[in-house]
């Protein structure tokens, strides 16, 4: 099977604007989360989707948000980007009933 | 709260000694934990996991770790490091309640260094 993957790897961006990231999950796996990795705040919990609908969401403001489609692959968006936002944005996928995340290699966000 | 706690951000060790990483946790209930390993410019991999059982829990790359409930503790150990170990280790814990198999609560994380 194919792994989890995720597009683009690299993404350069200036302050105010909005960045969609795309995240394919390993076949047959339902659940899809989301993690921002930074230096100095390490590996923070976004979202959860699951069959389309959101389960859980971490402590983020409102300009983060997602989207799960029925084929199970899931989007990211970013809105008015600020400097703070530049990390590493991990995607992971579950297969039902499985507590073991499957990680992707991740987008690396730079806004400038 | 909930969290996960890596007081080492560095552990240095000789190939062929035994390694540790210690991780403690504070979380409600019966903790689900968890190791994942990072090496440069890659997403995190699995390596084991404590849901339930055995203290001792076994798992990739000949890794173990063993949760210790009265000291909140899932320290990952290894008999004999080899230089292919180094890499960015991180402990976590499913967040409770309400968690769910998607959201963890990660430790910062250690860099592990095996040196010839």
């Known amino acids: 099977k194919a792994g989890v993957t995720q597009t683009p790897r690299y993404l350069i961006k200036t302050r105010g604007q909005q960045v969609t990231l795309s995240c394919s999950p390993i076949?047959?796996?339902?659940?899809v989360s989301w993690y921002q990795q930074t230096p100095g705040q390490g590996l923070q919990f976004l979202f959860e989707?699951?069959?389309?609908?959101?389960?859980n969401k971490g402590n983020f403001p409102g300009r983060f948000s997602g989207r799960q489609f029925s084929n199970s692959r899931s989007e990211m968006n970013v809105s008015t980007l600020e400097l703070g936002d530049s990390a590493l944005y991990l995607c992971?996928?579950?297969?039902?009933?499985?507590?073991?995340?499957?990680f992707g290699s991740g987008t690396q966000l730079s806004v400038l | 709260a909930q969290s996960v706690a890596q007081p080492e951000d560095q552990v240095n060790v000789a190939e062929g000694n035994p390694l540790t990483v210690k991780c403690t946790y504070s979380?409600?209930?019966?903790?689900?934990l968890f190791w994942y390993v990072q090496y440069p410019n890659r997403g995190l991999q699995f390596l084991l996991k404590?849901?339930?059982?055995?203290?001792l829990v076994k798992g990739s790359y000949g890794f173990e770790a063993e949760f210790n409930k009265s000291q909140t503790s899932f320290h990952l150990k290894k008999p004999s490091a080899l230089v292919s170990d180094s890499a960015l280790y991180f402990c976590?814990?499913?967040?409770?309640?309400?968690?769910?198999?998607?959201?963890?609560?990660f430790g910062k994380g250690t860099k592990l260094s095996v040196k010839p």
């Open positions: 992971a996928s579950g297969d039902r009933g499985g507590e073991k995340l499957f």
């Open positions: 989707y699951f069959s389309e609908t959101q389960r």
């Open positions: 976590a814990v499913r967040a409770r309640p309400g968690g769910s198999q998607g959201n963890l609560i």
């Open positions: 404590y849901i339930t059982g055995d203290n």
């Open positions: 979380v409600s209930g019966n903790p689900y």
């Open positions: 076949s047959g796996h339902r659940s």
